[in-house]
């Protein structure tokens, strides 16, 4: 499959401002720049419109360093290739930059589970992992990042590409200056009480470390969780990598914002350590 040198952004002007200047004034007003800051093995952020997740999301980055090697993990929206989707070289490109993509960390995390694919027809116009980026160029210009995109909801699977992450930060000494991110966000389009029970019954499962108990509440719960796939991914590479607890730093929904409570989505920012 033909690899693509450089990925242009796909949301920008949507999701969020298309603009330099404006985008980094919008994300600056998310951001607690008073927060101590910790290193983490991975987190949780949401990926709606800045408008709606981008307070969540800035909570979450104001309270960890961003290190020099980022795994990106999110949801297919689209529906295009295959069901876990890394690209392993070339950059991406915001309106803050470029961001090159980690091929050596690629190919490895590629080379160390069967069910990894090298495509980058997933990632095209998919903007699960795009929105993350402005947050953490607006904190550190010089981070390198790997972009898998999941589209399976086989536990087994979900479990090898996560042991696949960690193998591979270990195998190149690469603990402790990697941050695994699972762009998620919660409970889709119920009112605010339902998406609110639905969602503390998914967070509870990723506060325990629980990828088993994640995917079992998002069946028997009908939890319309877009990234408990790779939210399950980042929890088995989170336990392999040697984490033992996780923080819910904000939880709020689209009705916190727009005052319409009939019909929410919500957005979890987790931090594990």
Not at 226 to 241: D, E, N, Q, R, S
């Amino acid at each position: 499959m033909e690899k693509f040198n450089l990925r242009e952004p796909a949301v920008a002007g949507q999701f969020y401002p298309a603009g330099a200047l404006e985008l980094k004034s919008q994300i600056k007003g998310y951001l607690d720049l008073k927060s101590l800051k910790q290193d983490a093995i991975a987190c949780v952020m949401p990926h709606a419109g800045f408008m709606y997740s981008g307070l969540v999301a800035g909570s979450v980055v104001s309270r960890i360093n961003v290190p020099k090697h980022v795994v990106l993990l999110g949801p297919n929206h689209t529906g295009r290739g295959t069901p876990f989707s890394l690209v392993s070289s070339g950059s991406w490109k915001t309106p803050l930059g470029e961001v090159n993509i980690d091929s050596q960390l690629a190919e490895e995390i590629l080379s160390a589970s069967p069910y990894l694919e090298e495509d980058s027809s997933a990632h095209l116009s998919e903007h699960s992992l795009e929105v993350e980026l402005p947050f953490l160029q607006y904190l550190r210009q010089d981070f390198q990042i790997v972009p898998i995109c999941v589209a399976s909801s086989d536990p087994q699977a979900l479990k090898s590409v996560g042991l696949a992450v960690a193998s591979a930060v270990n195998k190149l000494k690469l603990r402790g200056s990697t941050l695994i991110v699972a762009s998620s966000d919660m409970t889709h389009y119920q009112p605010q009480k339902e998406a609110e029970k639905k969602d503390k019954l998914a967070i509870e499962a990723i506060l325990e470390l629980n990828p088993d108990k994640l995917l079992e509440r998002v069946s028997k719960f009908n939890i319309s969780m877009c990234g408990f796939a790779p939210v399950t991914v980042m929890l088995c590479a989170a336990i392999a990598l040697g984490a033992k607890k996780a923080e819910l730093v904000k939880y709020q929904t689209s009705g916190d914002v727009t005052q319409d409570f009939s019909s929410v989505v919500g957005y979890a920012g987790i931090i594990i350590n």
